[in-house]
């Protein structure tokens, strides 16, 4: 891990380095995308299993490519009665906050007397991507499909990667079910993305696609847009702890850890204004490391993506955490209430020492689903509003149109645009 001191030589600079950051992808990632998405947009479903056996390792055949009901019903029988209570009382939470923050219909009249309003639809076909890789994500099966089965999608399809084997984890595929997946598919990577959007002989394409995936599946679904829609760029998972001398270390340390066992590109960040709270962090850090089962993952984060900061302020805390923009932030401080309205870019926010982020990840209701690499400062997190189409209403009657018609003239007229004009003027007179 890497320790910065706000005392120490070009401080700011080191700082900056980690810090402030945008969401861009590599010039090789982005060129890999474009040739998967060139190749599944001319050979649709060959280009797909040819991917797939390439990247994965699975040798599948077209028929393969979507689960069977026959498999979904072994996943069932297999499922001990611990994980049925877990993923009954995640998918609880979930739908009880996911309806709490859909859009409703509404109407009112303007000052012309016209009715005016918006109306509220599910989409009629989304596409919900679920990473496999080294741990099979069935929290995020619920806090994605199930945000959309809340708001009344018809068709959920997911696509998830198998395993060399062509299997999908039987307890991934119970809970995809259970969240209300109407179709599954067991492909991942910027392929299943490619599929979704420009859709192939075997699957439909969608009108949005959700969920997220690593710096492959993130770059194609910015490149697909337009195709589709997005609903945010959720990658690598990443957290920042900003703390001062309140802080339990314990506590503290193994959020930190939760997080870096995802591996990969996974980023973890601790920031205090206390000496004694970062050397203890550092320790418990390095003693509860060892007694993990994911050492190669947990190992490979803390040496080329971990960095403790000591800040002059906690305000100065603030500043660098706005700046990174992380996906989980846990705050922990005696000037909470001060500070919380001031983190504007973080994807979820856990307050206080009892609030662990993975109580978020797996149960608390809200979706862990949020933006990674600096994308917060552009994107929320997974909301259920994002499942549903927004359509605007408008109806004027004769008196309305009336006090309507001089000020579209004006405006047709400043706009060179008669028609417009004449179309409201052909009503009145």
């Known amino acids: 891990m890497r320790i910065l001191r706000y005392n120490?030589?070009?401080?700011?600079?080191?700082?900056?380095?980690?810090?402030?950051?945008?969401?861009?992808?590599?010039?090789?990632?982005?060129?890999?995308?474009?040739?998967?998405?060139?190749?599944?947009?001319?050979?649709?479903?060959?280009a797909v299993l040819e991917l797939t056996k390439k990247f994965d390792k699975a040798n599948l055949k077209t028929g393969e490519l979507r689960?069977?009901?026959?498999?979904?019903?072994?996943?069932?029988?297999?499922?001990?009665?611990?994980?049925?209570?877990?993923?009954?009382?995640?998918?609880?939470?979930?739908?009880?906050?996911?309806?709490?923050s859909l859009r409703r219909n509404w109407r009112m009249k303007n000052e012309q007397?016209?009715?005016?309003?918006?109306?509220?639809?599910?989409?009629?076909?989304?596409?919900?991507?679920?990473?496999?890789?080294?741990?099979?994500?069935?929290?995020?099966?619920?806090?994605?499909?199930?945000?959309?089965?809340?708001?009344?999608?018809?068709?959920?399809?997911?696509?998830?990667?198998?395993?060399?084997?062509?299997?999908?984890?039987?307890?991934?595929?119970?809970a995809l079910d259970a969240a209300g997946a109407t179709e599954i598919y067991r492909i991942g990577g910027a392929q299943a993305i490619a599929a979704l959007a420009l859709g192939t002989k075997t699957i439909a394409p969608v009108a949005k696609i959700f969920g997220p995936g690593n710096s492959y599946v993130v770059e194609a679904k910015r490149q697909v847009f337009g195709l589709a829609s997005i609903d945010l760029l959720p990658g690598p998972s990443e957290i920042l702890v900003l703390a001062d001398k309140t802080g339990n270390p314990d506590f503290i340390a193994a959020d930190l850890l939760a997080q870096a066992e995802h591996g990969g590109d996974s980023v973890i960040g601790f920031l205090t204004d206390s000496k004694k709270l970062l050397n203890d962090v550092v320790k418990a850090v390095e003693t509860q490391s060892k007694t993990l089962s994911r050492q190669k993952q947990l190992l490979n984060v803390i040496k080329k993506n971990c960095v403790f900061t000591l800040v002059k302020t906690l305000d100065q805390g603030v500043e660098f955490v706005n700046d990174f923009a992380p996906e989980h932030l846990s705050l922990i401080a005696a000037r909470e209430k001060e500070i919380l309205p001031r983190i504007t870019t973080s994807g979820a926010i856990f307050l206080g020492n009892q609030s662990p982020v993975a109580v978020g990840d797996f149960l608390a209701g809200p979706s862990h689903t949020l933006p990674t690499g600096g994308a917060g400062k552009s994107f929320p997190g997974l909301m259920a509003d994002q499942f549903q189409r927004r359509t605007s209403i408008v109806r004027l009657n004769e008196s309305a149109m009336k006090k309507s018609e001089p000020i579209v003239s004006t405006f047709a007229e400043i706009e060179g645009l008669d028609a417009h004009g004449r179309s409201a003027t052909i009503r009145v007179e």
Request: with cysteine; aromatic share 6%.
């Open 8 to 46: 120490e030589p070009v401080f700011d600079r080191k700082a900056a380095a980690f810090f402030s950051r945008r969401a861009i992808a590599s010039d090789e990632v982005r060129d890999v995308v474009a040739g998967v998405l060139a190749d599944v947009a001319k050979r649709g479903d060959k």
């Open 113 to 174: 007397g016209a009715t005016v309003g918006e109306v509220y639809q599910p989409f009629e076909r989304v596409g919900v991507y679920v990473p496999g890789g080294s741990a099979p994500l069935v929290s995020t099966s619920l806090m994605t499909v199930g945000f959309a089965a809340a708001a009344k999608v018809p068709e959920i399809a997911v696509c998830t990667p198998c395993g060399p084997d062509g299997t999908i984890n039987p307890n991934l595929l119970f």
């Open 67 to 100: 689960v069977t009901s026959a498999e979904i019903a072994a996943a069932k029988k297999q499922a001990t009665p611990d994980v049925r209570r877990a993923i009954t009382a995640s998918r609880k939470n979930v739908t009880a906050f996911a309806r709490q």
